[in-house]
C-alpha cells in the first residue's frame, strides 16, 4: 500500500508543471522548430484562434498567400495547426511575434490564480493560463 502512495504522489508530481516550465518548453519547441512540441504548450483558446487565422490565409488571394508565405522560409503544404506554426517559427522578415515571444529566457513571472504572465528578457510579456490543472500559454 505504501509503495502505491509513493508511485501515485509521484505521478501527480510529474505531471504538474509551473507557468515557467510551460514557457521554457514552449521556447525549446521554438528553437528546434517542433511544433508539435509548442502546439502541446497552447490553451484551448490559443488553437482556436490559430485555426481561425487557418481559415482566412484560405480566403486570400493566390498573389496575398504568395505575400504572406514570402515572410517565412517555411511555406505552409496544408492547412494543419502544426504546418501554420511551423509557418510563424520561421517568419525571417518584419514582425516576428513568435522570436520575440519565445526568443529569449524568462526574466520574471508573475501568478495570480488561474492567470499568469511571464516577461521574457526581450521585454514581451507571453499571457498563460491554467487548463485542467496545467499552464497554457494564451496567445
Known amino acids: 500500500m505504501r509503495s502505491l502512495i509513493l508511485v501515485l504522489t509521484a505521478l501527480v508530481l510529474c ?6 516550465d ?5 521556447v525549446k519547441a521554438y528553437a528546434e522548430k517542433d511544433a508539435a512540441a509548442f502546439e502541446k504548450c497552447l490553451s484551448s483558446s490559443s488553437l482556436s484562434k490559430t485555426v481561425s487565422a487557418i481559415e482566412l490565409i484560405k480566403q486570400l488571394s493566390p498573389e496575398a498567400k504568395k505575400e504572406l508565405q514570402a515572410g517565412s522560409k517555411h511555406k505552409m503544404k496544408d492547412s494543419s495547426v ?8 520561421n517568419v525571417t522578415a518584419g514582425d516576428n511575434s513568435f ?12 501568478v495570480n490564480g488561474d492567470e499568469a504572465e511571464v516577461l521574457n528578457e526581450n521585454g514581451v510579456i507571453v499571457k498563460l493560463v491554467k487548463e485542467n490543472g496545467e499552464w497554457k500559454i494564451d496567445l
Open 15 to 20: 505531471s504538474c508543471n509551473s507557468a515557467d
Open 22 to 26: 510551460v514557457y521554457k518548453k514552449a
Open 82 to 89: 502544426k504546418e501554420y506554426l511551423l509557418f510563424q517559427m
Open 99 to 110: 522570436e520575440d515571444r519565445f526568443g529569449s529566457k524568462i526574466k520574471t513571472v508573475s
